[in-house]
């Protein structure tokens, strides 16, 4: 009779686990502290084969490789929870796949939520006594030509650890949180650390929405991007707090194979869930903290076209660049707006993109023989910033931009650390020419290039003390057409004494007001 009472119970157990609508990780062989990640799998199958519910992460340490969501599953994490990355490289990898902590593919209806951790422990993934370097880039040309800055051989001299910045990488999982091809996804409320490559990534996703999280990286490694959206359309990100080594909000619109011209629509039509319009596009982004060691914001590279972004209510702190908008690819960019943003930014040392810019707008192609996109209708309202570098507003002979406005924007100009080691260029990267990737160039408070119809309405600028001759002019414009100046309060940088307030090259229907 106890044999059978026990099988009885034990029968009765499974089938309350089964039917539940709630799955918790220890049911299914969870053990604190140790390795968890068959147990983990398990629950999320079943729990999918019952046709969705929550999977429950409980308080404490779960030790966990590679983790695939299924449609109409909730992961929940409770606070106190911590998922905590495997440090076996095998645990990330799923049939002929390596992944990062949680995957999911041609979904719908998935969420993680909670108020527990994602820790996936990415420094040990590199070596933190050495940098990360670059000595080629795009077609095999070197990424940049030291002898064509302003600082010749000093430029990120070899052989000097920098204190800033990069890492260099070991083998590592794949980037930790990534949604590819899904519908209805809510990320709400959690906690994700020291990832070892991007966070999150949402590619070919469609009804988004990112609420309340925390994303805290190692600011020393480099492509830790915070939340990574790639042809992803319909997308509210709001109230969270981003700390990341590389972007920390990107909008991109890079097909499968990133670094090859052009895209197939084949490659939507595979799956049956997903974003199926060519466009990356409607997405607001409000109440954000940001810093990162590169862009705090970008926007642009990749294939497909980006438009109808809205950013509100922004602060960036300790940023090597603010805002970065990229028209690299042949894809245009157009039908942004930026408003009430604080910016602060500083050049870092190592070779982090950026130098410094509160806002950098560029058209340059980065692929040999292939031309750059347009950057069209983009606003800047209400930007307050301190930076270790003007505006740059570089657009092409072939490619040029179309209005542009800054309305009510405050800059002040300082002196930083690595003002005179890496100060005194422009940094465009990338670029299919070598000649463009970092170069010396004079600095002005705003530098504006090949542009139709630019309008700058209450621009004041100041410079702080102790700034080298090389920033020089309030603002420089070249081949600038229907250009509007109203009420701008500045003047050129007190230390270069032939600069001037305002320096206009060839710009056509002018109006200084």
Known sequence: MNKVFILFTLSLTLASVLNAKDYNILDFGAVRNQNSTAAIRTAVEVCSEAGGGTVIVPAGVFISGAIILKSNINLY???????RSSEN???FVVGSGRYGMIFCQDAVNISITGEGTINAMGTQFYETDKNHTVSSGLGGTREYDRMLTRQKENYIPDGIFQTDGPLKRKPRPGMTIVFFH?????IKDITVKDTP?????FSYCEDVLVEGISIQNNLMIPNSDGIHLTVSRNVRIANCEIRAGDDAIVVTGFARIEDTPGFDSKEQDKYIYGNKSIYAENIQVTNCHLQSRSSAIRIGYGQHPIRKIVFNNIVISESNRGIGIFAHDASDIEELIFSNIIIETRL???IWWGNGEPIHLSAVSRFPGQPAGRIKNVQFNNISATGGQGIIIYGGTQNRMENIQLNNVQLCIVKGRETLSKGGNFDLRPTADITKQVF??????LYAQYIDNLAIRDFRLTWGDGLPDFFTNGIECHEVSDLLIDRFTGSPNPNSPKSKKLYLEKCTTTRVE
């Open 348 to 350: 870092h040392n190592g």
């Open 77 to 83: 994490l409770e606070q106190g929870a911590e998922l």
């Open 197 to 201: 490559v991007w966070a999150i990534r």
């Open 89 to 91: 490289l095998e645990d």
């Open 440 to 445: 010396e160039h004079d600095i002005p408070g």
């Open 182 to 186: 899904c519908n209805q996804i809510t």
